[in-house]
């Protein structure tokens, strides 16, 4: 059982559309951070949030924390091929030394 | 600046052997936790390090092994070798002990057990 639950596990789009990925949990996290992933790579950090209810921005994309710090959501707009990646939302849980990872939302964004 | 560098990136190895699976940490970073990646899913916690002391560890047995260096470089020992050992094993790097602060990640070493 994952303790975080990321939807959709695969998203294929065209160029220009808007997209939302989901992170959910029953468990609450003290931060919530989000990682891009390609190809022979490891994960880059794109963001953290901490505070419950919280929106950070980067350029096209928008992250969201749930109120009760258990979800959170990314937001894409005008997607761009080089949007192209697995995105992963990982939890940090009160008291604990790891990051908490989901499985992982495979987006490919198409020409 | 020198980013996280493991080594080696790809190998390949049979069932019942051993492998030892090498990573630098960034400049000034004090910490280093090991993730497992099995394919088309995200990374699992091994183990972390602090000041060469196992600082937290996951659901992984004791086949699962580690060090950390004084020059806070790591490494990652498993033994005897399942088939369900093939992974990507990332290396992440962090000036912060604990699960607060960004993880800088390796490119990993992708390990296949035939």
């Known amino acids: 059982t994952q303790l975080l639950e990321q939807s959709p596990q695969f998203l294929s789009i065209q160029e220009g559309e808007n997209l939302t990925v989901y992170c959910n949990s029953s468990s609450v996290f003290s931060s919530l951070q989000w990682y891009r992933q390609e190809p022979g790579e490891g994960p880059v950090l794109l963001v953290t949030v901490v505070t419950g209810g919280e929106v950070k921005k980067l350029k096209r994309l928008t992250f969201q924390f749930g109120d009760a710090r258990k979800d959170s959501s990314l937001h894409i707009t005008a997607a761009q091929p080089g949007d192209t990646g697995l995105y992963l939302c990982a939890g940090a849980l009160q008291g604990a030394q790891k990051l908490v990872f989901g499985q992982g939302t495979r987006l490919t964004i198409n020409p | 600046e020198t980013g996280v560098t493991q080594s080696p990136t790809h190998l390949i190895k049979t069932r019942g052997q051993q492998v030892t699976l090498r990573c630098s940490s960034q400049?000034?970073?004090?910490?280093v936790s090991w993730y497992q990646q099995a394919l088309g899913q995200g990374p699992q916690f091994i183990f972390q390090?602090?000041?060469?002391?196992?600082?937290g560890r996951g659901n992984f047995p004791p086949r699962f092994s580690g060090l950390q260096f004084p020059n806070y470089s790591s490494e990652l020992n498993v033994n005897a070798l399942e088939l369900d050992d093939s992974a990507l094993y990332l290396c992440?790097?962090?000036?912060?002990?604990?699960?607060?602060?960004?993880?800088?990640f390796g490119e990993g070493s992708r390990l296949t057990v035939l």
């Open positions: 400049s000034g970073h004090n910490t």
């Open positions: 992440a790097s962090s000036p912060f002990v604990g699960n607060t602060g960004e993880l800088f």
């Open positions: 390090y602090y000041r060469e002391e196992e600082n």
